[in-house]
Structures are given as C-alpha cells and as structure tokens.
T-cell receptor, first 115, second 114 residues
Framework: GAVVSQHPSWVICKSGTSVKIECRSL??????MFWYRQFPKKSLMLMAT?????????EQGVEKDKFLINHASLTLSTLTVTSAHPEDSSFYIC???????????FGSGTRLTVV | AQSVSQHNHHVILSEAASLELGCNYS??????LFWYVQYPGQHLQLLLK??????LVKGIKGFEAEFIKSKFSFNLRKPSVQWSDTAEYFC????????????FGGGTRVLVKP
C-alpha cells in the first residue's frame, strides 16, 4: 500500500534554531500533504495543507512565518519550524490522501523537543 | 466548519467486555468517515472507513462501525476486547465539499485490563 516516510522520528533542538521535517511518498505521487500537530493526550490539529507547485494553505491561528511548508515535488513535502521555542515542542505528523481503499496514509510522526 | 465529537475521553474495561465508542459530526452534506487507532508509541493506523454503501462497516481486528446518517453518528464497536486493544482511538471526517482534509475528533483513550 501507499507509504509516507517521515524523518526524523525525533529531534531535540535549542531555542532559536530551525528544524526541518521531511515527508516523502514512497510509492505514489502526493500532490497534497496535510501537516498535523498532536499535543500530549490530545487529538490531531490540522496546521496546513501543502500542494505541489503552489503555496500552502494554513489553518486559522497557525503562523505562516513560523511553520514554513514547502512541497517541492510530487514526492516530497517539508515543514520547517523556524526560530523554535519550547512551546513548539510537540508531535508533528504528515498525511497524504491516497484515494482507493486507504483514503489517507500517515507518516510515523516527528517528536520535536525544543530546549 | 465541520466538527467531530467523541463523547468518551477515557474508557477502562476488562478483557472480553464489549466496547462502543461514540462519534458524531456536524455536517449535513456528503462525508467520508474513518476510525483510526494509535497504539502506544506508534503511528496512526486505519481501522475502518465508510465511503458509501452498506452503513455497517467491518474493519480490522474485529472492529465494526455503523453510519447512521440521521444521527450524524459513526460509532465504533467491538464485541469482545483484548488487552492488546489498549490504545487511543480517533474518529475522523472528510467533507466532500471541503476538499480532502480530515477533521479529527478529540480521541478516546481505551485501557483494557487483563
């Protein structure tokens, strides 16, 4: 089935630095990628939708300049957390619609800890 | 905007007990409905989905869900749980008119005692 590979699985960074998270579709073309954030013991909150070749669409309340999303090709979407702060520590998950029997496929997530 | 409500935040039950998790959504148009499971330390896995047809949907690991359009509900059931069903369960809805994005419910944490 369709697989989305997400890297890194976990990352620790210092406040003020930037972190890039990558999601690659391995055996299908992902024209759209959804980026979610999951707080501890909470549900997934959609942050933004990236579309290959166009600007990402951000959900209300999500800072565009802080969470930079790029969808450079049909198999790669990236989320860069810029000038990270401890409150950005969270679990970030990407997901791509695959259609067919699966509907959506999810990356394995990235646990970001900002110290 | 659509919303998804899961009524139970935490459920604790013993092995062999029956499980039912509620899910309601707030959109009157055509929807696709999903249940996902997240085992501790793992990523989301699809349990089952409803796109159209028979409103009683059977998924993996003995789970099933029933879509009741008049009640805007898509409740998840399992007749007899096992300790390995301990996980967090998420209901999610995709509204056709809103494109491909999924809206998730708040999740239900299920603990099955051996």
């Amino acid at each position: 089935g369709a697989v989305v590979s997400q890297h890194p699985s976990w990352v620790i960074c210092k406040s003020g630095t930037s972190v890039k998270i990558e999601c690659r579709s391995l055996d299908f073309q992902a024209t759209t990628m959804f980026w979610y954030r999951q707080f501890p013991k909470k549900s997934l909150m959609l942050m933004a939708t990236s579309n290959e070749g166009s600007k990402a669409t951000y959900e209300q309340g999500v800072e565009k300049d802080k969470f930079l999303i790029n969808h450079a090709s049909l198999t790669l979407s990236t989320l860069t957390v810029t000038s990270a702060h401890p409150e950005d520590s969270s679990f970030y998950i990407c997901s791509a619609p695959t259609g067919g029997d699966y509907g959506y496929t999810f990356g394995s997530g990235t646990r970001l800890t900002v110290v | 905007a659509q919303s998804v409500s899961q009524h139970n935040h935490h459920v604790i039950l013993s092995e062999a007990a029956s499980l039912e998790l509620g899910c309601n959504y707030s959109y009157g148009g055509t929807v696709n409905l999903f249940w996902y499971v997240q085992y501790p330390g793992q990523h989301l896995q699809l349990l089952l989905k409803y796109f159209s047809g028979d409103p009683l949907v059977k998924g993996i690991k003995g789970f099933e869900a029933e879509f009741i359009k008049s009640k805007f509900s898509f409740n998840l059931r399992k007749p007899s749980v096992q300790w390995s069903d301990t996980a967090e369960y998420f209901c999610a809805v995709n509204v056709w008119a809103a494109g491909n994005k999924l809206t998730f419910g708040g999740g239900t944490r299920v603990l099955v005692k051996p």
